[in-house]
């Protein structure tokens, strides 16, 4: 590297740092990083692409951006184009209504080559059994990988949820689902997904801005290491602060890859463009 390069180089990583919170420093030598390295989730044994694609941009009342802009063949056209190129992570929910369009691309991907994660705002045994019948119908699979409680705000939602977790525990026996955890949306529950052995993953707003976050940047930070010292998988979701932070999407990236309590993270991906636009952004030194 000549001179200039490395000046650039520097100033780069300096201009990184200051944008970071206090006392959350990016890390520029932790080595190259690409959304398709594949990645070990904790003690589950399941291994994923860093990213995950994203299907619920703006997702309510099962639909999303995705949905009602690509529709079933565009969605899965785009998730195809994406395991082609390495990236075979589907993150999906039943609040998307994106289940139809992961069936629709299975009939060209291996079940076996692909991880599937959902979410369920089931609270009871009987919710939850009808929940994951219905998904792996939806889905056309006998398994889901991941199965998330979905947005979790309640600091009691696992008193709330207890049928449902116990539930999702006999399934995980059963290989019904290989893991489940909590998607929070708010500190209270990011604190009891903490403190509760039966979440194995959690799926947790972070940004170095703390856009759309459950709470300003240090304290969450400092719950996710408590999470990921007691074992528990941390996945990452608003990395672009819901969109907030697109202008800094170099910035963001660094940010996540720097995050050593964080196994990987999903972004809502609605177009083959907006897929190659984050795939040349990469490899990443962090």
Not at 14 to 29: H, Q, R, S
């Amino acid at each position: 590297m000549d001179r200039r390069s490395f000046v650039k180089s520097a100033s780069a990583t300096a201009g990184l740092a200051l944008m970071a919170p206090l006392g959350l420093k990016l890390v520029p030598d932790a080595g190259k990083k690409y959304i398709s390295d594949k990645v070990v989730l904790g003690n589950t044994g399941i291994e994923v692409s860093r990213m995950a694609m994203g299907t619920g941009t703006n997702g309510w009342g099962q639909n999303s951006n995705q949905t009602r802009q690509l529709g079933i063949k565009g969605l899965s056209d785009l998730l195809k184009a994406a395991f082609d190129k390495g990236v075979y992570f589907w993150d999906s929910a039943d609040q998307y209504g994106t289940h139809p369009h992961l069936k629709e691309t299975l009939k060209r991907v291996p079940r076996e080559k692909v991880v599937i994660m959902s979410k369920t705002h089931a609270s009871t045994e009987e919710e939850m059994k009808a929940d994951l019948d219905r998904f792996r119908k939806e889905i056309g699979t006998d398994y889901i990988d991941i199965l998330l409680l979905h947005c979790m705000t309640s600091k009691d939602w696992p008193t709330e949820k207890k049928g449902a977790m116990n539930f999702l525990s006999q399934a995980r026996e059963k290989k019904i689902i290989r893991a489940h955890g909590v998607s929070c949306h708010t500190l209270d529950a990011l604190k009891s997904a903490a403190a509760t052995p039966w979440v194995q993953i959690d799926l947790a707003r972070m940004n170095p801005a703390g856009a759309s976050m459950d709470a300003a940047v240090p304290k969450v930070v400092e719950v996710l290491r408590q999470m990921k010292q007691s074992g528990k998988v941390i996945m990452g979701m608003k990395v672009f602060g819901d969109g907030k932070l697109v202008d800094r999407k170099d910035e963001c990236i660094r940010y996540a890859l720097a995050q050593d309590y964080l196994s990987c993270f999903t972004i809502g991906i609605e177009s083959f463009d907006q897929f190659l636009d984050l795939e040349k952004r990469f490899p990443v030194l962090s």
